[in-house]
């Protein structure tokens, strides 16, 4: 047989694929249903687990040795590059195949053990020398791990790519001068930041903290929730994470975007990554959103988690997000407008709005006690009043909402009380916007 560094190369024929090395194939390797055709020298002497499956096999004292990989991280195509890293092939690293190649050396036992500069030792070399150095790559690695996220986790591959962009994010990069951004809009013939003596042509915009919302969102929700969290352990400002997490929402929940008008974030073209946005379950993702969500305060925050109680109303989802969503308002009323409190009724009821819903939402004000910081990822809009002057307000808010619902000619009189009664008499210096509700409502 040739030596490994002379095998001419692979060529494939249908589901078969087969190396030109003189000499016929004495053991076969199936792939998700794809055979290799190969030779045991070059794979037994660096993979230690086909040499096992080999030597198990020699009872049956065959010429011919066949076997079947199951659940082999990468399928077929990273196969390819472990057998053709036995053969003595070069193997070329890039961010997108390092943790599918990485995972797939692990699987076939490739340690130094059994030969020196293995391609276990190769993969983790490049992983931490390249990949864990630069934002654009752990985002590349960290997207291609969805298929191997068991065998990456184990392999402590997740948590390191989720720690470096944590670190990345929640340093200042004008500090370091890190290439972080990668975007056309940021080429400049002068003042490109220099990295390891290379001219990168990017310019950090270091004012900007919201740099990185767009590459997160490609990431799927699962890997979104853990490098959210991450970042959330390691010191990152609530108002960035909200600010990160309401990107996200608002990219996948089209829903949130029909009625929040100017809300929406400015969206950028990311020009080198060629990713694709992640596939993602609405409704797991609005529970996940949930869940991640800080406890603050603001007039374009409060609108937001309105929007995603309309969003939760329609997808169905479980009983704990929607309650937890209408705390979550409820201690924030105060900062409230009427059109986010008109949320349609999506059920079989007859009346036209979730006055139900929003009764609920009172009880929350009502009920609270716990203090939470006021703020606004997207503008400077934060108010602070006392007690009195946020029960003053709300009492406004729910009259001009009952005005508005008595126009509905389903709505039963014993809902317009409950709607009244809500609020405690103190909160109404004056009466007249509730006897202006319902005027309307006598009308009707």
């Known amino acids: 047989m040739a030596p490994a560094g002379k095998v001419s190369g692979f060529h494939r024929e249908g589901n078969d694929w087969y190396c030109s090395a003189g000499l016929p194939s004495d053991i076969t390797v199936i792939v ?31 010429k011919t040795f066949t076997t079947e990989l199951e659940d082999f991280p990468g399928g077929p195509g990273t196969f390819l590059i472990a057998a053709k890293f036995c053969y003595g092939h070069r193997v070329e690293f890039t961010p997108r195949n390092i943790v599918t190649v990485y995972a797939a050396a692990d699987y076939l036992e490739m340690t130094d053990e059994d030969d020196e500069d293995n391609l276990v030792s190769q993969s983790e070399s490049f992983f931490h020398k390249n990949v864990l150095r630069t934002w654009k790559d752990c985002i590349l690695a960290l ?15 997740l948590s390191k790519c989720l720690n470096a962009l944590s670190m990345m994010a929640c340093t200042d990069p004008s500090l370091f001068g890190w290439p972080m951004m990668m975007y056309g809009s940021l080429q400049s ?47 990152m400002r609530p108002e ?16 949130l975007g029909r009625w929040q008008g100017g809300q929406s974030s400015n969206t950028r073209r990311v020009t080198s990554y060629s990713l694709t946005p992640a596939a993602v379950d609405q409704k797991v993702l609005l529970e996940t959103i949930e869940n991640l969500l800080p406890e603050k305060k603001g007039k374009s925050f409060c609108r937001f988690l309105v929007g995603l109680l309309r969003v939760a109303l329609i997808l169905g989802v479980n009983e704990k997000c929607k309650e937890s969503l209408e705390r979550r308002i409820g201690m924030q009323l105060e900062l409230a407008t009427l059109d986010c409190l008109l949320i349609p009724n999506y059920s079989d009821s007859d009346t036209l709005y979730n006055t139900d819903c929003v009764e609920r939402i009172i009880h929350h004000f009502m009920t609270s006690e716990t203090i939470i910081t006021s703020f606004s990822p997207a503008s400077a809009d934060v108010e602070t009043s006392s007690s009195s ?20 000619v389903n709505l039963k009189p014993g809902k317009i009380r409950s709607l009244a009664v809500a609020l405690p008499d103190s909160s109404r210096p004056f009466h007249d916007g509730l006897y202006r509700a319902l005027d309307i409502y006598f009308q009707v």
């Open 32 to 62: 998700e249903g794809i055979n290799f055709h190969l030779h045991k020298f070059p794979l037994v002497s660096k993979c230690a687990k086909i040499a096992r499956i080999y030597e198990e096999s020699q009872s049956t004292h065959i």
């Open 389 to 408: 002057g946020s029960l003053r307000k709300v009492s406004k808010l729910i009259d001009s909402y009952i005005a508005e619902v008595a126009s509905d």
């Open 240 to 255: 960035n994470l909200a600010g990160a997490i309401m990107y996200y929402a608002r990219k996948y929940l089209p829903g």
């Open 189 to 235: 013939p002068g003042g490109s930041i220099l990295w390891n003596g290379i001219n990168t042509g990017a310019r950090i915009r270091s004012s900007e903290s919201d740099w990185w919302f767009e590459d997160l969102s490609y990431l799927s929700v699962g890997l979104f929730e853990r490098l959210i969290k991450t970042m959330e352990a390691r010191g």
């Open 143 to 157: 997207q291609s791990s969805e298929s191997v996220l068991p065998r990456a986790d184990r392999l402590q591959i």
